[in-house]
């Protein structure tokens, strides 16, 4: 009797050990290409923002008045100072804007306010970073470092010369993993969120 038990605990054993095997996450299949970290324009997109007058060039001076006139929209209270729900609201639409690029605002002194130098840090010193020749301007060339794409570059998603608003099955046989614009049925097979 007391084999029976034996040998039952070692079937049951062995049917927990030999479930369904799990595919490995993407990172560690070997043929995966790998992910492109800068698919939201990586920094430069920070940066390029900031461009008032769209040609390609973010000066010293865009920056700043792009900077001062979104903090000023930022402080509801007109007090100069963010405070934590202030914060919140930045952070959850940098979020949701730039997903794993988001580079959130934090009082930093702990004081309980984000003032204009705390809120514009990091995208001065990324300024002054890129801005090799430091002439006070970033050039298509120096924002290319930092993820921007080149000048005349296709679009993410689209190919060089392919119109916009292209209707048809994706050129890449059916494998194109972006969902289509409101809809979100979760990440495709095998793949993490």
């Known amino acids: 009797m007391r084999a029976t038990y034996f040998i039952l605990a070692g079937v049951l054993l062995l049917a927990a050990c030999s479930g369904s095997r ?24 920070m940066l390029l923002r900031y461009d008032a007058n769209h040609d390609g060039t973010v000066t010293r001076d865009e ?21 934590a729900e202030e914060a919140a609201k930045i952070n959850e639409a940098r979020v949701d804007a730039d997903q794993s690029t988001a ?3 934090v009082d930093w002194n702990q004081d ?22 430091k002439d006070g301007k ?3 060339k120096e924002l290319q470092r930092a993820g921007a794409k080149p000048p005349g570059a296709a679009p993410e998603g689209r190919e060089e010369g392919e119109p916009r608003g292209r209707r048809g099955p994706p050129r890449d ?13 979760g ?3 095998g793949e993490l969120r």
């Not at 984000?114 to 001065?124: G, L, V």
């Not at 046989?173 to 049925?185: C, E, S, T």
């Open 103 to 105: 580079t959130p605002v």
């Open 22 to 45: 799990r595919e490995p996450p993407p990172w560690l299949r070997p043929t995966e290409k790998p992910r492109d970290e800068n698919y939201h324009g990586g920094n430069a997109a």
């Open 63 to 83: 920056l700043i008045r792009g900077l001062k006139a979104e903090f000023a929209a930022h402080d509801t209270h007109h007090n100069a100072c963010l405070d």
């Open 138 to 140: 970033l050039t298509p």
């Open 112 to 133: 309980g306010c984000i003032d204009y130098t705390e809120f514009s840090a990091a995208p001065y010193s990324l300024f002054d970073q890129l801005d090799a020749d």
């Open 173 to 185: 046989g059916g494998q194109n993993k972006i969902p289509p614009l409101g809809r979100d049925d």
């Open 187 to 189: 990440p495709p097979p």
